[in-house]
């Protein structure tokens, strides 16, 4: 899905992907009714890669935003076992806790008109960073794979598998964790640090804000911004160790 973009002083670019991209660690236990048959539970936890949800490169302003998925998760599945060697499995997976951490970079050139204002020469500006944490709402998503496993000892199987997991997040609340705005002369050097803070956000900013469905046109209150479903979804490639301990009870 569209997560960003990136504007240049010619064009405007759509950045696209899902913050399910990334490194995937599971750790599963399973039990199997009879050589064919068996059910799987996991924990996962999801290091997710950074995605672009603004790129600003003009003359007066440069935006650097990522933003990347830290979550974790638990999934629950049938396992069917069509050979020996070759399995698969589907089932069902949610999301149980972490956050999307956006980080931002914001640099903006002053008019000579505000430079002025402020005392400060042509060509100064301001260099503003902050982080803010987004959470959501309990999702249910899909999870299927589809495996080949290699017995390399007694007990151990290595096991490599292709996994798609579908699931979509909305957005519950965010929260700005850290914020911080410096006044810069036109050579870099700091005219006033930390003119904006946490404890004093400029306009426009609130640490803490709620999304919902609904928002009346007359809402004027930064704190409430309508919701919105973000990707989590992923296509990979899974490498493990399977350790049986009879032959019917199977840990992942």
Do not use: C, W
């Amino acid at each position: 899905m569209k997560l960003g973009e990136e504007v240049s002083t010619t064009k405007t670019t759509n950045y696209y992907g899902s913050y399910g991209e990334g490194a995937n660690f599971q750790l599963r236990g399973g039990y199997f009714f009879n050589e064919t048959f068996g059910l799987e539970a996991s924990l996962g936890y999801l290091h997710g890669a950074d995605q672009t949800i603004q790129e600003v490169n003009l003359p007066d302003q440069k935006v650097d935003a990522v933003a990347r998925a830290r979550a974790f998760g638990f999934s629950t599945s049938i396992v069917y076992n069509f050979t020996k060697n070759i399995y698969g499995r589907f089932g069902a997976v949610v999301k149980v806790g972490g956050k999307t951490e956006a980080v931002v970079y914001n640099k903006e050139v002053f008019s000579d008109a505000k430079a002025a204002y402020l005392g400060l020469p042509s060509g100064s500006y301001s260099v503003t960073e902050y982080v803010e944490d987004y959470h959501g709402e309990l999702p249910l998503g899909f999870t299927g794979a589809f495996g080949y496993k290699h017995n390399i000892g007694k007990n151990l199987d290595l096991f490599i598998e292709a996994e798609y997991l579908g699931i979509s997040v909305k957005r519950k609340d965010s929260e700005i964790q850290e914020f911080n705005t410096d006044i810069m002369l036109p050579d870099g050097t700091v005219a006033v640090a930390g003119y904006y803070s946490l404890d004093h956000l400029p306009d426009g900013y609130v640490i803490e804000t709620t999304y919902e469905d609904e928002r009346a046109h007359s809402e004027t209150d930064p704190s409430i911004k309508l919701s919105q479903k973000v990707p989590y979804s992923s296509f990979g490639v899974n490498v493990g160790i399977t350790y049986t301990f009879n032959k019917k009870a199977t840990i992942k």
